[in-house]
Nanobody, 115 residues
Framework: QVQLVESGGGLVQPGGSLTLSCLAS????????MGWYRQAPGNQRESVAI???????NYANPVKGRFTISRVNSKNTVYLQMNTLKPEDTATYYC?????????WGQGTQVTVSS
């Protein structure tokens, strides 16, 4: 049974940094893509950063230049380094992985940017 477990969320002041981690366990198959999404109250879930097939990386415009996605393929692990955080980055962040044609989601980790 595939499970995605996120960690690293928390409360941070504007301008601060956080690193999120996500591990996909319960499978020996490598994920074809892994990425991060977020959802703020009252908003739809949106893509933040995706490490796609062939190592193609895409960032949402609001996070370009501030967030960096990285991945350890052998461990089905993906990270999101978030710098220069802004109050509008406040949301629940979800990890998503596509493994052998199926899509899996983590339970989410809360990121709150506030002074």
């Amino acid at each position: 049974q595939v499970q995605l477990v996120e960690s690293g969320g928390g409360l941070v002041q504007p301008g601060g940094s956080l690193t999120l981690s996500c591990l996909a366990s319960g499978t020996s198959s490598s994920a074809s893509s892994m990425g991060w999404y977020r959802q703020a109250p009252g908003n739809q879930r949106e893509s933040v950063a995706i490490w796609g097939s062939g190592g193609v990386i895409n960032y949402a415009n609001p996070v370009k230049g501030r967030f960096t996605i990285s991945r350890v393929n052998s461990k089905n692990t993906v990270y999101l380094q978030m710098n220069t955080l802004k109050p509008e980055d406040t949301a629940t962040y979800y990890c998503r992985a596509q493994i052998r044609g199926s899509v899996y989601w983590g339970q989410g980790t809360q990121v709150t940017v506030s002074s």
